[in-house]
């Protein structure tokens, strides 16, 4: 496989980023190889295999049901693009829109292989926290 242009980069992104919203990982599993690599800041160490990314997954999810996944650019690479995205990520009531990198490799049949997530979660764990803390002094 050869680098993906902007446009098939852009065409990827519009069907596969959209699995990341609305709780449903089998959606988004499908878009992965059977022997797939995935990495982010929360899997630093990475997790190889569907049943893996699958576990994850369904845990990532179903915390973050209405999140919403955009590209920003793709960038053509070896096997793949890199996808410059934007997340609009609701924590608290309130949106939080982080802006991160990952590189997409696919095999021959067109399944994501490889997929390294990077972003500066920060901002995002510090208004987890916050809208925590807010929960727990409100009480049952």
Same mark, same amino acid.
């Given at each position: 496989?050869?680098?993906?242009?902007?446009?098939?980069?852009?065409?990827?992104?519009?069907?596969?980023?959209?699995?990341?919203?609305?709780?449903?990982?089998? @959606?988004?599993?499908?878009?992965?190889?059977?022997?797939?690599?995935?990495?982010?800041?929360?899997?630093? &160490?990475?997790? @190889?295999?569907?049943?893996?990314?699958?576990?994850?997954?369904?845990?990532?999810?179903?915390?973050?049901?209405?999140?919403?996944?955009? &590209?920003?650019?793709?960038?053509?690479? &070896?096997?793949?693009?890199?996808?410059?995205?934007?997340?609009?990520?609701?924590?608290?009531?309130?949106?939080?829109?982080?802006?991160?990198?990952?590189?997409? &490799?696919?095999?021959?049949?067109?399944?994501?292989?490889?997929?390294?997530?990077?972003?500066?979660?920060?901002?995002?764990?510090? @208004?987890?926290?916050?809208?925590?803390?807010?929960?727990?002094? @409100?009480?049952?």
């Amino acid at each position: 496989m050869n680098a993906l242009d902007a446009e098939q980069a852009r065409r990827f992104a519009l069907a596969w980023l959209p699995a990341w919203t609305g709780n449903d990982p089998q @959606r988004l599993a499908a878009f992965y190889s059977e022997d797939a690599f995935y990495l982010d800041p929360a899997v630093p &160490q990475g997790l @190889r295999g569907k049943p893996a990314l699958l576990g994850y997954f369904e845990r990532l999810l179903a915390r973050n049901p209405a999140w919403v996944w955009t &590209q920003v650019e793709g960038i053509p690479m &070896q096997d793949g693009f890199l996808n410059k995205w934007r997340a609009d990520i609701l924590v608290g009531g309130e949106v939080l829109t982080v802006v991160g990198v990952c590189l997409v &490799q696919l095999d021959h049949a067109g399944k994501i292989r490889r997929n390294e997530v990077y972003f500066d979660r920060g901002d995002w764990m510090t @208004r987890m926290g916050a809208a925590s803390k807010r929960d727990r002094d @409100r009480g049952p």
